[in-house]
Structures are given as structure tokens and as C-alpha cells.
């Protein structure tokens, strides 16, 4: 199989430093010869070009660097489907998790009806009109449902957009008021950290992986580091406490694989700058191997 690694070194979609150097740190912690061993043809397609912007973003805006990201999504959208066009499976690195953006909707001209798997400790379904902080991370998933602001919606075009009946959300344990909102009018099954702690991992992953191939030619895993419980994953920006476990994270990589439905992925949030070593990277690039199909025995 092949496989085309893209990098996006952004951070202003999260208004915060480190999270830029997320691609070099998982390229360090040997990403590519993790894939070489599980037979990949792997082609690094390097990082797309993140402009400089004046920094600090306008006091009081509730879309931080909306250019800066929307530029920078709209290359990705591009290089998601140069890749595809060329039989190859994107592997996009990133970066903060506003990138989801360019990823689903260079995928989804591509995968007409598409799943998205959303491992995350949020739901990042905010919008302009919701968010508190103003960082276009927290509203990614929002824009590749069809709402946020007209200059993310015209990524990849407006009408591209998935169907929230094929959306999971996995590990989310900090969501907003009007987060709360949004999820409930979408219909969106969102699996929070009690439902984990209920059912257990088997049966909800039995559950998210039937919602997102129902109907579906096939499925994005868009994995957000901060899903992980910060012991596992330290080296993320919005760490939240109580999330999924090394096992349970592992778990779920390996539910997916068996289903054999993957068509795209992304690894989303890790920072350096706020690691323990290369920690995080490390266990990112563990849960890669899982993903594609490392087994135990
Ligand atoms: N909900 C918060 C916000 O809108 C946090 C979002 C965190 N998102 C992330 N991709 N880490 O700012
Ligand atoms: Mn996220
Ligand atoms: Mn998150
Ligand atoms: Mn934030």
C-alpha cells in the first residue's frame, strides 16, 4: 500500500507556540519506519508552508488568524487530494487540530459519503458565534459539517461537507454550553468519557465503528492527542484530565484496523515544547502502529 505523509506545522489555530513543531517531533519519533514495517510504500510529501503572521492576533476577535488558517487549510485541502488522485492514502501530521479543515474536505472529493472518527477530549464543534477563546481549533468539526465562517466553509467548496448521522466522537469530557447545543440539534453520537466507563471500550467501538460504515464508502480518524489521558500524552495544549487510557486508546486503533475501513488520517495537537521528552510523539506514533495493523502476538 501507499501512503503519503503531509506535514502542517500551524499553530494559530490554537493560539498557542509549539504545537508547529508536532511534524518534526513525530517524524523523530521514526513515524515513517513504523509504517516501512507494516509493508507501507511511504512518501514524505514534507510540510506545507505556514505564512507568518503579525502576531498577536486582534484583542476580542472569536476567529484568531481566520487568514493565516484558512490559507493554510486550503493548501492541505490540495495536497489530501493530490495524494488520493495519485492512489495514495494521506497521512496528514500536524499541528493544531483547526487542519481537520483542509484533511476531510481534500478526502471528501474523493469519499462522497465519508465517516469521521473524532478522538478527542473535545467536541471542537464551535463556531465564531459560540467559542469562548476564539482558536479556530475548537471548531473544526463544526465547518466540516457546513457551519462556521464563510471563508472555512469555502474550503475544498461549501457543499463539501459530512453527514453528522456518519459522526463519532470519542474521549470528549470538555464541552461547551453551546457545544452542548450544536451536538444535540446535529444528532451527533458523541461517546464521553462516562459512556467509556459504562460500556467499556468493545462495545463502544462496536457501536462508533457501525455509525461511521453505515452507508458510508469510507471512514477519516481524525486522532486529537488530548483524547489520551495527559499521563499518556502530556505534551498537548489543552489537556484535560480523565481521558481514554494507553489501552484504551490502543484498543480502539486495533478495532478500527480489524474493520478495515480506513481511508484517511491525521494526528492532531502534539507540542513539544510542553512534553515530558518526546513522550507524546511516541505514543502517537504507537498508536499508528496499531492503527495499521501491529498486533501484540
Ligand atoms: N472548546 C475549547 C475552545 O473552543 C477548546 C478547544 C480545544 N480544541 C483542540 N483541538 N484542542 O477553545
Ligand atoms: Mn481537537
Ligand atoms: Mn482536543
Ligand atoms: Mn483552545
Avoid at 514524505?44 to 490559507?71: C, M, R
Avoid at 452542548?180 to 467509556?196: A, C, D, P, W, Y
Amino acid at each position: 500500500d501507499k501512503l503519503t505523509l503531509i506535514g502542517v506545522p500551524l499553530h494559530y489555530g490554537a493560539d498557542r507556540r509549539g504545537v508547529e513543531m508536532g511534524p518534526s517531533a513525530l517524524r523523530g519519533a521514526q513515524l515513517q519506519a513504523r509504517l516501512q514495517a507494516l509493508g507501507f510504500d511511504v512518501r514524505d510529501a514534507g510540510d506545507i508552508a505556514v505564512p507568518k503572521a503579525e502576531e498577536p492576533a486582534a484583542s476580542g476577535t472569536n476567529l484568531k488568524y481566520l487568514h493565516e488558517v484558512a490559507q493554510v487549510n486550503r493548501e492541505l485541502c490540495r495536497a489530501v487530494d493530490g495524494a488520493l488522485k495519485e492512489g495514495r492514502f494521506p497521512f496528514v501530521i500536524g499541528g493544531d487540530h483547526s487542519i481537520a479543515i483542509g484533511t476531510i474536505k481534500g478526502v471528501r472529493k474523493h469519499v462522497r459519503k465519508l465517516g469521521v472518527i473524532w478522538f478527542d477530549a473535545h467536541s471542537d464543534v464551535n463556531t465564531e458565534r459560540t467559542t469562548g477563546s476564539g482558536n479556530i481549533h475548537g471548531m473544526p468539526l463544526a465547518v466540516c459539517l457546513g457551519y462556521g465562517h464563510p471563508n472555512l466553509l469555502a474550503v475544498g467548496g461549501e457543499e463539501n461537507v459530512v453527514d453528522p448521522r456518519n459522526v463519532v466522537i470519542l474521549g470528549a469530557r470538555s464541552i461547551d454550553p453551546g457545544e452542548r447545543n450544536f451536538l444535540k440539534s446535529q444528532g451527533i453520537r458523541v461517546f464521553t468519557m462516562h459512556e467509556i466507563d459504562r460500556f467499556g471500550m468493545l462495545q463502544v467501538m462496536e457501536e462508533t465503528l457501525r455509525i461511521v460504515t453505515d452507508g458510508t464508502d469510507g471512514v477519516h480518524l481524525s486522532l486529537d492527542l488530548d483524547g489520551m489521558d495527559p499521563s499518556e500524552a502530556p505534551g498537548v495544549g489543552t489537556p484535560v484530565p480523565g481521558g481514554l487510557s494507553y489501552r484504551e486508546s490502543h484498543f480502539a486503533m486495533e478495532t478500527i484496523h480489524e474493520r478495515g475501513c480506513l481511508v484517511s488520517a491525521e494526528i492532531v495537537e502534539v507540542n513539544p515544547m510542553l512534553d515530558v521528552g518526546n513522550k507524546t510523539a511516541s505514543v502517537a506514533v504507537g498508536l499508528v502502529g496499531s492503527l495499521f495493523g501491529e498486533r501484540i502476538l
